[in-house]
């Protein structure tokens, strides 16, 4: 049926407006997951560098904790006492410290006679200092303290700011705490400053080294910060390791055995000790304390002027600054020289790079983003093909009213003249009575098998028909076939081609159903044979899928179907064009109908045909032995109980 051409105009114009739709929403998805891929990285990498310096910040705050436990005793004279002050001050820090394992040791090198610095251990068990020689870790330490004890006598020219007055903080003012990151071991210099009212006499320095537990450092508290951070981040998870210093960067830690051996590139990279930002952008902020510009740096409070002296040149410190009122407490590293290397944290996603992960990420977007397109696109065309079909049913309904309508005018008409004719007088002999009774009985028989039809294939649709299964002989029902169709076979003029072969093995079949299907089979042969005027009937066995089974082959030479027709002709309500053309009457319901019987006795019907060469049905029947129809012979049984056993053809 074709639609009328507004009508199919409209149809097609509402299709390619879906198709255009559909079309830009895949652009749209297509740009929106670049710029949701773009903001997510953005993102992934700030949190990334958050995490980052969380742990940097928190490693600090687990190794400041122990040098700011050291609260006093440098300031003690007496060496019991200061020593006594230690050990407490220790005691009360491992009470509380997470890791109290952390400390290994607590030296103390003050200078002697001679300028030769001398190294003390505090003994923890006792509480009091011990004379030790250095030990081989600490050799380039040990150079650098003598250096630095040296120089500590040339700092004796007063610092002055600006021309301005000079100031220093009361009491001593200690140097920043430094981390020595090849022991590891924290150091502190304690500077106490010389007489700057009278004679300038040179200061005094004593230094504080706490030896960390590099074991620790590795297998507890390096463990837990990764564990903190970098587990589960934005639901990813990413690979942590930690270098140490030297040139070939030692691996403190690593959760990832390439990052161990330097395989993969990392994400990202920071030093855990000193200026973030890295020594240049730390450099500044002292050259500008120094020359007397805007550090940026909050005030804790007003510094005020005394008539103490800076040594000439030097440059505050962290720990000055913080005694002075600046930012927080940074543990500096300890350098030797300027190409020395810091502890560095080095991250990379596990999926071997950030933008691998991203790109995973959207193409996983991507494609969650076009399967909905196309299940759109496949929701689209389903709606459009049940349309179609809506449409084609409707047509088809309307072909089968005409046919009904049609096959009922005939005979109706033949009946009704009859009965005029009659009630008028005009027939009076017997013999033509006789014939108009004969008439009026072969019309009212052919009204009545258009409508048991009729009947038939609704019940068959509905699952309403039942059947009564029987043991019969292929012959005897192409037989029975035969012989309820030869007054149709007569008037037609047709020749029968009957081949029966004896010895057929039994099908278990419902008589009048399965005669039913034959003989629509053959009212379609007689209807569409065309000029030929023969028919041909042949029964055999043969095996199918390892089935046994007969088949009933009908054939003519008629006008045939095209192969456009063939997947159609089976459907309710169908007729070809060809048909139509040629205005050969029909409701379309024999087919169907006769596919319904054959599929309800367990068996099929399939055909092949040429144009213009005929066609031949056939009609598949499983032996008795190998039918899937499990009523014994002589039950009754519902269409509904064999019917779903049984597989579509």
């Known amino acids: 049926m074709k639609l009328p051409p507004k009508e199919q105009l409209l149809s097609s114009a509402a299709v390619l407006a879906l198709l255009a739709i559909l079309a830009a929403l895949a652009v749209v998805q297509y740009r929106w997951s670049r710029e949701i891929s773009t903001a997510t990285g953005a993102r992934m990498l700030a949190n990334l560098h958050f995490s980052m310096m969380g742990m940097r910040e928190d490693l600090g705050r687990e190794l400041s904790g122990l040098s700011l436990s050291l609260q006093y005793g440098w300031e003690l004279q007496d060496e019991t006492r200061q020593s006594a002050a230690y050990a407490q001050q220790i005691a009360a820090w491992k009470r509380t410290a997470n890791h109290p394992d952390l400390l290994a040791n607590l030296f103390v090198c003050r200078e002697v006679a001679g300028g030769r610095p001398r190294l003390l251990r505090l003994n923890f068990a006792r509480g009091r200092f011990e004379a030790v020689a250095w030990p081989s870790a600490f050799a380039h330490l040990q150079e650098r303290v003598q250096s630095a004890s040296a120089d500590l006598t040339m700092r004796q020219v007063p610092w002055d700011h600006e021309g301005g007055h000079s100031f220093a903080p009361h009491g001593p003012h200690p140097s920043p705490w430094q981390i020595e990151e090849n022991i590891p071991a924290l150091v502190h210099l304690q500077i106490e400053p010389g007489d700057t009212r009278g004679r300038p006499r040179a200061p005094a320095g004593e230094w504080i080294i706490l030896e960390l537990n590099a074991k620790v450092i590795r297998e507890q508290i390096l463990p837990e910060l990764v564990q903190r951070y970098f587990a589960r981040l934005e639901g990813l998870t990413y690979d942590v390791a930690v270098l140490g210093p030297g040139e070939a960067n030692s691996v403190l830690y690593s959760s990832s055995s390439q990052l161990s051996n330097g395989q993969a590139t990392p994400d990202a990279r920071l030093n855990l000790f000193g200026p973030p930002l890295g020594p240049q952008a730390f450099l500044s902020l002292r050259t500008q304390f120094e020359h007397g510009g805007d550090t940026g740096l909050p005030m804790r409070g007003p510094i005020a002027p005394d008539d103490g002296r800076m040594p000439a040149g030097h440059v505050p410190g962290e720990g000055e600054m913080q005694s002075l009122g600046f930012g927080p407490l ?247 064009s060809a048909v139509r053309s040629a205005q050969i009457h029909g409701t379309g319901l024999g087919l169907a109908l006769a596919k319904n019987i054959a599929e309800a006795m367990g068996g099929g019907l399939t055909v092949t045909s040429k144009l213009g060469q005929g066609s031949t049905f056939v009609l598949h029947l499983p032996c008795a032995d190998d039918s899937p129809v499990r009523a014994a012979a002589g039950a009754e049984v519902p269409t509904t109980d064999y019917e779903s056993k049984h597989t579509d053809r």
């Open 330 to 576: 940074r543990l500096q590293p300890f350098r030797y020289a300027a190409q020395d290397r810091d502890w560095e944290l080095i991250v990379r996603h596990h999926k071997g790079s950030l933008e691998a992960a991203l790109a995973s990420m959207r193409y996983r977007h991507l494609a969650l983003s076009f399967g909905v397109l196309l299940v759109l696109a496949l929701t689209m065309a389903m709606i459009l093909h049940a349309t179609r079909r809506a449409q084609r049913l409707a047509a088809l309904q309307m072909d089968f009213v005409a046919g009904v309508s049609h096959e009922l005018r005939t005979p109706l008409a033949v009946i009704s003249s009859a009965a005029e004719n009659l009630a008028d007088g005009i027939v009076e002999d017997k013999s033509r009575l006789m014939r108009y009774g004969k008439a009026i009985g072969e019309q009212t028989r052919q009204l009545t098998r258009l409508v048991e039809q009729i009947l038939m294939f609704a019940a068959t649709r509905q699952h309403r028909q039942q059947y009564h299964f029987v043991r019969l002989q292929p012959t005897e029902i192409a037989e029975a076939a035969l012989a309820r169709s030869a007054e149709l076979i007569r008037t037609a003029g047709v020749t029968v081609a009957w081949e029966p072969l004896p010895d057929l093995p039994p099908v278990l079949v419902d008589l009048p159903a399965i005669t039913a299907c034959l003989q629509n089979l053959i009212a379609n042969a007689v209807k569409y044979g065309g000029e030929a005027r023969w028919l041909g009937v042949r029964v055999s066995a043969a095996s199918t899928h390892g089935r046994q089974e007969i088949q009933f082959k009908i054939e003519d030479r008629g006008i045939g179907i095209a192969s456009a027709d063939l997947r159609h002709i089976f459907d309710p309500f169908y007729r070809s």
